[in-house]
């Protein structure tokens, strides 16, 4: 089954204590991003990658760091979490190139920072 | 910039029809797309406009005019599981390459009985 993964799925940590949330998709996407949703800014994307050691800055990079060493895996790390980083967090993956290509979303880290 | 707009709440009834509508303002416009989302899960593709018209996909359909920087979601025969956030995000080409999806904040729908 194409599928995009995320874990942990519910994550409660304190301020300071450093965490990674993983994200892993079997459809050999080339395209992968990370995004937070909070009440009433809808979705806004944190990093991508356009592929293996590609990646970037989104629109809200601050206090978060990804790698791309393989393809399928881009995993988000918070060095140092601090509680205006509490929110929802997906990960996503489409093709790259292709007009009509949809982004694929995991089912999302609710992250709570004490 | 870009800026895109949405309502923030919508009600219906159920079997009725219901409009949901999206303006946006972007540089480099390169398709608009509908994700549907319900409460703590993941958006899910609904459809997806380029060119202006009207796009029909059973009960949901999509409109895009290019020139007027708007899009409409139509859903028809409302079902209790249409109720969900409805997400409008468009693909601006100048604001961090082609795969860059810039999300309105949803349309949140109740459909009641």
């Known amino acids: 089954e194409a599928q995009v993964t995320q874990n942990p799925r519910y994550l409660i940590t304190v301020t300071g204590k450093k965490l990674t949330v993983t994200c892993s998709q079997n459809?050999?996407?080339?395209?992968m991003s990370w995004y937070r949703q909070d009440p009433g800014l809808g979705l806004r994307q944190i990093y991508y990658?356009?592929?293996?050691?590609?990646?970037d800055k989104g629109d809200v990079p601050e206090g978060y760091k990804v790698s791309r060493k393989e393809k399928r895996n881009f995993p988000l790390i918070l060095e140092s979490p601090s509680p205006n980083q509490t929110s929802l967090y997906f990960c996503?993956?489409?093709?790259?190139?292709?007009?009509?290509?949809?982004?694929?979303f995991g089912p999302g880290t609710r992250l709570t920072v004490l | 910039g870009q800026n895109i707009d949405q309502p923030t709440e919508m009600t219906a009834t159920e079997g009725a029809i219901v409009q949901i509508n999206c303006t946006y303002q972007?540089?480099?416009?390169?398709?608009l797309f509908w994700y549907q989302q319900h409460a703590g899960e993941a958006p899910t593709f609904l459809s997806y406009?380029?060119?202006?018209g009207l796009e029909e996909k059973g009960r949901f359909s999509s409109f895009l005019s290019r020139s007027k920087g708007y899009s409409y979601l139509l859903l028809k025969e409302l079902q209790m599981k249409d109720s969900a956030s409805y997400l409008c995000?468009?693909?601006?080409?100048?604001?961090?390459?082609?795969?860059?999806?810039?999300f309105g904040a949803g349309t949140r729908l109740a459909v009641h009985p």
């Open positions: 459809m050999n996407h080339e395209y």
């Open positions: 406009n380029v060119l202006d």
């Open positions: 990658s356009m592929n293996v050691e590609v990646t």
């Open positions: 972007t540089s480099g416009f390169n398709g």
């Open positions: 995000a468009v693909r601006d080409l100048f604001s961090g390459g082609y795969n860059k999806l810039i």
């Open positions: 996503a993956s489409n093709h790259r190139g292709q007009s009509t290509d949809t982004q694929y």
